[in-house]
């Protein structure tokens, strides 16, 4: 009888939207200070992973959230700097996200050429990707804060 009740679908689903709620809440108030953040980030992925199977749910889940501290580093970067440096930080960052751009169209076409498009595979393997580049610039910006 337990077992029954711990697999029903409803249970899964109310795990999947509490550890919605609370990835949300944790990932947003996150200040970018250090690399141990961007590990909380993917510990929390792993969570959702653990507790509700949605690989591609929870992959866009730390995509949103990486982007957000994303923001904060930069913007907390730029509290640090001179005028001057505040400019050569905006140059570079437009210059990333072309980069990124150009990066992430890459792995979409490169993804859909050795899978179905469209697939679940696909867009988390794809997600997996842009995951990593996003936290790559986090640690860049993270790291030249700490100078």
């Not at 944790?26 to 510990?43: F, N, R």
């Not at 992959?59 to 400019?87: E, G, V």
């Not at 960052?93 to 595979?121: H, I, M, S």
Request: aromatic letters at 8%.
């Amino acid at each position: 009888m337990l077992s029954t009740i711990k697999s029903h679908p409803m249970n899964r689903t109310f795990k999947f939207i509490l550890i919605n709620i609370l990835g949300v809440i944790t990932w947003h108030v996150l200040p970018a200070q250090s690399k141990g953040d961007i590990d909380k980030l993917y510990s929390d992925c792993q969570r959702c992973l653990d507790n509700t199977g949605y690989t591609e749910r929870c992959s866009s889940l730390l995509y949103n959230s990486l982007d957000s501290l994303l923001n904060k580093a930069y913007q907390q970067l730029q509290h640090t700097l001179t005028k001057d440096q505040k400019q050569q930080l905006v140059t570079e960052q437009k210059a990333w996200l072309k980069q990124r751009d150009q990066y992430f169209t890459k792995v979409k076409a490169e993804a859909e050429q050795q899978n179905p498009p469209d697939t679940e595979v696909t867009s988390t393997f794809i997600l997996e990707k842009e995951n990593e580049f996003v936290r790559n610039r986090i640690i860049e910006l993270i790291n030249k804060k700490l100078k």
